[in-house]
C-alpha cells in the first residue's frame, strides 16, 4: 500500500563533482521537495556523536579515509530519515543515495512502497574523471551551512567576494576530502560500487535518465526537469 501518493523521491547519481547539491538545491527551489544530502547528513551525524558505540565509532573511520560505509548501516539511517520526512513535508531528492548495490536494494523498494513507483526518478549525471579532480580540488564551501561554490562561471562572483550567496557567510576549502589524492579514490570507488546500481534500479522497473553533467548549472537544472511532470 503506497503512503504517501501524492509527494516524489527523486535520486540524483553521480560522481564526486557532478553537481548532485547544486542541482538538488535547485530542485528543491522550483518543485518545493526537501533536499537530503547524504553526505551532508552524515557529515553532521559523525561530527556530532560523542558516544562510544562500536560500530558508529568504526564506520566514522571508514568515512575519513573516503571509502564508502557500510550498506547496512546507510540504509538503516537513510530509511529512518526518509520516513520522518515523508510524513511531514512534500517529498524527497537525494543528491547521491543509494550509492551501492545493497542500498539499491533496500532503497528503492521501501520508497516505491512509500510514493508509488511512478513517483520514484533516478537521473545520472555523467562527470570524467578529469573534470571531477578539477572540479572539487576548486570547490569552496560556507562555513555556515557548508553550501558548495564550484569553480564553474556561474560561481565565479560569489568566489571573488569571498561570500555565501545563501546566507552570507565565509568561503573556504572544505576538508581533507577534496584533496585531489582523495578525489581520484572516491572517483574510482564510485565506479565501482555506485554506477552499477543504475543498470539494478532499471532491472527493477524503475527509469534511469541519462544527463550530461559536463554542461552550465542551468542546463543540467533544464535538461531534469524535462522529465518531471507536475505532480498533482
Not at 538538488?24 to 559523525?46: M, N, Q, Y
Not at 577534496?178 to 574510482?188: F, L, Q, S, T, V
Request: hydrophobic share 35%; charged share 30%.
Amino acid at each position: 500500500m503506497v503512503k504517501y501518493p501524492n509527494k516524489r523521491i527523486i535520486s540524483l547519481i553521480g560522481p564526486p563533482g557532478s553537481g548532485k547539491g547544486t542541482q538538488a538545491d535547485l530542485l528543491s527551489e522550483k518543485i518545493d521537495l526537501i533536499h537530503f544530502d547524504t553526505g551532508k547528513f552524515f557529515r553532521s551525524f559523525f561530527n556530532s556523536y560523542n558516544g562510544d558505540d562500536k560500530e558508529i565509532l568504526e564506520q566514522k573511520e571508514v568515512y575519513d579515509t573516503g571509502e564508502l560505509l557500510s550498506p547496512p548501516f546507510v540504509a538503516r539511517l537513510v530509511l529512518s530519515e526518509v520516513e520522518k520526512i515523508c510524513a511531514k513535508e512534500s517529498g524527497i531528492v537525494f543528491s547521491g543515495s543509494p550509492r551501492t548495490m545493497y542500498e539499491t536494494g533496500k532503497e528503492l523498494p521501501a520508497f516505491g512502497d512509500m510514493v508509488g513507483i511512478e513517483n520514484v526518478f533516478i537521473f545520472y549525471i555523467s562527470l570524467s574523471k578529469a573534470e571531477s579532480i578539477k572540479r572539487n580540488s576548486a570547490r569552496l564551501v560556507c562555513e555556515a551551512q557548508g553550501h558548495s561554490i564550484s569553480n564553474l562561471p556561474e560561481d565565479q562572483k560569489h568566489r571573488e567576494i569571498g561570500a555565501c550567496p545563501k546566507d552570507g557567510s565565509k568561503l573556504k576549502k572544505r576538508d581533507g576530502l577534496d584533496d585531489p589524492e582523495i578525489i581520484a579514490k572516491r572517483y574510482d570507488v564510485y565506479l565501482r560500487d555506485t554506477k552499477p546500481i543504475l543498470d539494478k534500479a532499471k532491472s527493477m522497473g524503475y527509469k534511469v535518465v541519462d544527463i550530461n553533467g559536463e554542461q552550465a548549472i542551468e542546463d543540467v537544472s533544464n535538461d531534469i526537469l524535462k522529465h518531471l511532470k507536475p505532480n498533482n
